[in-house]
């Protein structure tokens, strides 16, 4: 006769077969492709007990996955909040779409940590924890690259952040939409009156850019406060188009609003009000 400690052992594995067998024989409704499929052909979700045909479970994993949904891979069950196990889903894809799997998650992971940061360098990106006694210091253990985790530029140490031309759009935009203790942060990182002052600059840019005109004779920038479209540079004096910018004739540069003459033929109060129209033959 069996002793206990080995007859528990094998009472269970002889369980578990025949469950699996069970299993195996009976036949179930898939939920996704609403077909009854054998039980061989199936998998089950666990603890939750819903059961799909492989083929579909399969298919719906390895579209999660493609489209970046690593973190939960729920059931597919309706109102079910069960999630895949890892072995389950590793046996329902490729290994390839597995490894894939793997690397999102892994990355996914890691930018979760508030401890770590990737190296700013293109050629290294190597994962790199924050030095714990240098506030927004780390030093990348691959290629030694010193850098701030704010800027990602080279250590600067207790100096703000230098604010550069080609991050001020991403600034402006982020400024207009964070809440005050984001904009207290951003005044820290690189100085609340510098801050202050590359706003007002980027937006008098902008405004220039929106309402002014290149005299195409000499490129000066020319505004356009009220007037027709034909515009006479107040630096070399020279005849231009506000809306295509030709030179035009100074004889008679209305002659290009004329019709047959240019695609602005017809044009030359176009974008004024009536009240502009008004003024201007005043």
Same mark, same amino acid.
């Given at each position: 006769?069996?002793?206990?400690?080995?007859?528990?052992?094998?009472?269970?594995?002889?369980?578990?077969?025949?469950?699996?067998?069970?299993?195996?024989?009976? %036949?179930?409704? =898939?939920?996704? +492709?609403?077909? /009854?499929?054998? #039980?061989?052909?199936?998998?089950?979700?666990? $603890?939750?007990?819903?059961?799909?045909?492989?083929?579909?479970?399969?298919?719906?994993?390895?579209?999660?996955?493609?489209?970046?949904?690593?973190?939960?891979?729920?059931?597919?069950?309706?109102?079910?909040?069960?999630?895949?196990?890892?072995?389950?889903?590793?046996?329902?894809?490729?290994?390839?779409?597995?490894?894939?799997?793997?690397?999102?998650?892994?990355?996914?992971?890691?930018?979760?940590?508030?401890?770590?940061?990737?190296?700013?360098?293109?050629?290294?990106?190597?994962?790199?924890?924050?030095?714990?006694?240098?506030?927004?210091?780390?030093?990348?253990?691959?290629?030694? %690259?010193?850098? =701030?985790?704010? +800027?990602?530029? /080279?250590?600067? #140490?207790?100096?703000?952040?230098?604010?550069? $031309?080609?991050?001020?759009?991403?600034?402006?935009?982020?400024?207009?939409?964070?809440?005050?203790?984001?904009?207290?942060?951003?005044?820290?990182?690189?100085?609340?009156?510098?801050?202050?002052?590359?706003?007002?600059?980027?937006?008098?840019?902008?405004?220039?850019?929106?309402?002014?005109?290149?005299?195409?004779?000499?490129?000066?920038?020319?505004?356009?406060?009220?007037?027709?479209?034909?515009?006479?540079?107040?630096?070399?004096?020279?005849?231009?188009?506000?809306?295509?910018?030709?030179?035009?004739?100074?004889?008679?540069?209305?002659?290009?609003?004329?019709?047959?003459?240019?695609?602005?033929?017809?044009?030359?109060?176009?974008?004024?009000?009536?009240?502009?129209?008004?003024?201007?033959?005043?």
């Amino acid at each position: 006769m069996l002793r206990p400690s080995l007859l528990v052992p094998f009472l269970l594995d002889y369980d578990r077969t025949e469950r699996e067998r069970a299993f195996a024989e009976s %036949f179930f409704d =898939c939920e996704i +492709c609403f077909t /009854s499929v054998p #039980g061989s052909k199936c998998r089950r979700v666990e $603890p939750c007990s819903h059961t799909h045909c492989r083929e579909c479970l399969s298919m719906y994993v390895t579209t999660k996955i493609a489209g970046g949904e690593v973190i939960k891979i729920g059931c597919p069950s309706n109102s079910c909040e069960e999630s895949l196990s890892l072995s389950l889903i590793q046996d329902l894809v490729s290994p390839e779409v597995f490894e894939r799997f793997d690397r999102i998650l892994l990355q996914k992971t890691i930018d979760k940590m508030s401890d770590v940061v990737y190296c700013p360098r293109p050629s290294c990106r190597c994962v790199t924890l924050i030095e714990e006694d240098e506030e927004n210091m780390a030093l990348c253990p691959r290629c030694c %690259f010193s850098f =701030c985790v704010l +800027c990602k530029r /080279s250590w600067h #140490g207790v100096e703000p952040c230098k604010l550069l $031309p080609t991050d001020l759009r991403a600034l402006r935009e982020a400024w207009d939409t964070l809440g005050s203790d984001a904009r207290k942060e951003m005044e820290l990182q690189y100085g609340k009156s510098k801050l202050a002052k590359a706003f007002q600059e980027y937006d008098s840019v902008q405004w220039l850019g929106s309402n002014s005109r290149k005299c195409p004779n000499c490129q000066a920038k020319i505004e356009k406060a009220l007037g027709c479209n034909k515009m006479t540079c107040t630096h070399c004096n020279s005849h231009f188009c506000w809306l295509c910018c030709t030179p035009l004739l100074n004889v008679n540069p209305y002659k290009h609003f004329q019709p047959g003459q240019s695609d602005c033929a017809g044009k030359l109060f176009q974008g004024l009000t009536d009240s502009d129209e008004e003024d201007f033959w005043i």
